[in-house]
């Protein structure tokens, strides 16, 4: 499976970068100029969004280019940073920092100081890009503080809300 990032006019295909220009001829028929070649390519599947001419992020789909069928994934600026963010640095001991991934505006704390909560358990949820994103916990822990509140505006590295070591977790 190919790995596509898409950023403005560059392609970053499986770590290797692209200068890219796609227009939709028809359906889901494509016109593609990869670093000066051109190519024609046909999407399969329901990726495509016929009524706005683009491709669905994060959502596999398949591509004939010059009669070669690929399996892809296209991912934007958002959704990766969205997938950092899930995948989380895993901790084994010690208090937690839940920070700001990007700037935004705290729309909802789903959680209290004192609560229990479970590895990747969403804790804050922040507007940010005229979408709601929900700020997991990278640990399991007791809930020792929340730095927000809804409708206060964050800046990026922020810090959201401690975790203290999961006492149930040990042996």
Not at 68 to 96: C, F, I, W, Y
């Amino acid at each position: 499976m190919f790995s596509v990032s898409l950023d403005r006019d560059t392609a970053v295909v499986n770590g290797q970068n692209y200068d890219l220009d796609a227009i939709f001829v028809s359906g889901g028929n494509l016109s593609l100029l990869v670093d000066g070649v051109v190519s024609s390519a046909c999407v399969v599947g329901s990726s495509l969004d016929h009524s706005q001419h683009h491709i669905e992020v994060g959502i596999p789909f398949q591509i004939n280019i010059d009669r070669h069928t690929h399996d892809v994934l296209v991912d934007d600026q958002r959704s990766l940073l969205l997938k950092t963010l899930q995948r989380g640095e895993v901790r084994s001991a010690g208090p937690a920092e839940i920070v700001a991934p990007m700037p935004g505006l705290v729309a909802k704390v789903l959680v209290s100081v004192g609560d229990q909560v479970k590895q990747g358990q969403g804790v804050i949820i922040l507007e940010a890009m005229k979408m709601e994103n929900e700020i997991r916990t990278t640990q399991a822990g007791l809930l020792t503080e929340i730095l927000v509140r809804p409708g206060q505006a964050v800046e990026k590295g922020e810090i959201l809300a401690r975790v203290g070591t999961d006492v149930h977790s040990r042996s």
